[in-house]
């Protein structure tokens, strides 16, 4: 029986993100991954799972996409060889400009939003490791991604679903302009 069946117990959780050291991809890499919605942002905004620009088809391949790398370890996400699934770490500092052609650092901004991450005093360690994947793996450059940060005992926490992949910049197509 995989580990990740079981879901931690709400401190582990608390303790992981309220001050301590954020762990290290590595050290869930052998798990298989869970999925949790504790921190997803619901604020109806653009880079929300609740926006209005995601359609029906967006969420089941989302779905369709989670189950699969739910079978897979981290590891081999990690290690796949043309990465299926872009599935690779995002910048937190990764911004993108507003119409002004001002800074908007959407992941800070959300991340920020949890208290325990807002709270911890410790610039250094104050971030999550924040990942993405895309949901079309058939149309890697274009695919909306969803963000989420790794959790204790190999929990994805989606953050922000990125329908224009406005995100992290592909490297065949500039940054969009909000």
């Excluded at 926006?51 to 996409?65: L, S």
């Excluded at 189950?67 to 500092?93: C, G, M």
């Amino acid at each position: 029986m995989n580990s990740y069946h079981i879901p931690p117990p709400r401190d582990e959780i608390v303790k992981l993100i309220d001050g301590e050291k954020f762990s290290s991809v590595l050290a869930f890499e052998h798990l298989t991954p869970a999925f949790a919605y504790d921190y997803i942002s619901l604020t109806t905004s653009e880079f929300c799972f609740d926006g209005t620009e995601i359609k029906i088809a967006d969420f089941i391949a989302y779905f369709r996409t989670a189950k699969i790398l739910a079978q897979r370890t981290i590891k081999s996400l990690l290690d796949a060889p043309h990465k299926e699934f872009h599935f690779s770490q995002t910048p937190n500092n990764q911004f993108i400009k507003d119409i002004n052609g001002k800074p908007k650092y959407v992941l800070r901004d959300i991340l920020d939003r949890i208290p325990a991450i807002k709270n911890n005093r410790n610039t250094d360690e104050k971030y999550p490791l924040v990942y993405h994947f895309c949901i079309y793996p058939n149309i890697p450059e274009t695919s909306p991604r969803i963000h989420f940060f790794l959790g204790n005992r190999g929990l994805f926490y989606p953050l922000v679903f990125d329908i224009k992949h406005q995100l992290v910049q592909s490297k065949k197509k500039p940054l969009k302009i909000a």
